[in-house]
């Protein structure tokens, strides 16, 4: 049975600091691509970035410079530091594995992030 489970969101005020974590369980961790979504209110569901079994990383053009995606596979998590917050990164994020790429066969539960002062 395939578990994604992320931490590490919360509220911080704009230009503030979070990282989130996806815990993977039940895949091949390192042979498995890894991605970051995130789901504002009214809002579908977009691609924040992706990170590929050999390490490439990719970014949406609204977080590029400010987000950065890793891995660790000894620990079978997947990261996304978020720097510079703005209030439109308020989300539900999601993160998602394996399948086509960008990787969205599995998902987690999300953790909310809320960016305000």
């Known amino acids: 049975q395939v578990q994604l489970v992320e931490s590490g969101g919360g509220l911080v005020q704009p230009g503030g600091s979070l990282r989130l974590s996806c815990a993977a369980s039940g895949i091949i961790f390192r042979l498995n691509d890894m991605g970051w979504f995130r789901q504002a209110p009214g809002k579908e569901r977009e691609f924040v970035a992706a990170i590929r079994s050999g390490g490439s990383t990719y970014y949406a053009d609204s977080v590029k410079g400010r987000f950065t995606i890793s891995r660790d596979n000894a620990k079978n998590t997947v990261y996304l530091q978020m720097n510079s917050l703005k209030p439109e990164d308020t989300a539900v994020y999601y993160c998602?594995?394996?399948?086509?790429?960008?990787?969205?066969?599995?998902w987690g539960q999300g953790t909310q992030v809320t960016v305000s002062s």
């Open positions: 998602a594995a394996g399948g086509s790429w960008p990787p969205t066969r599995y």
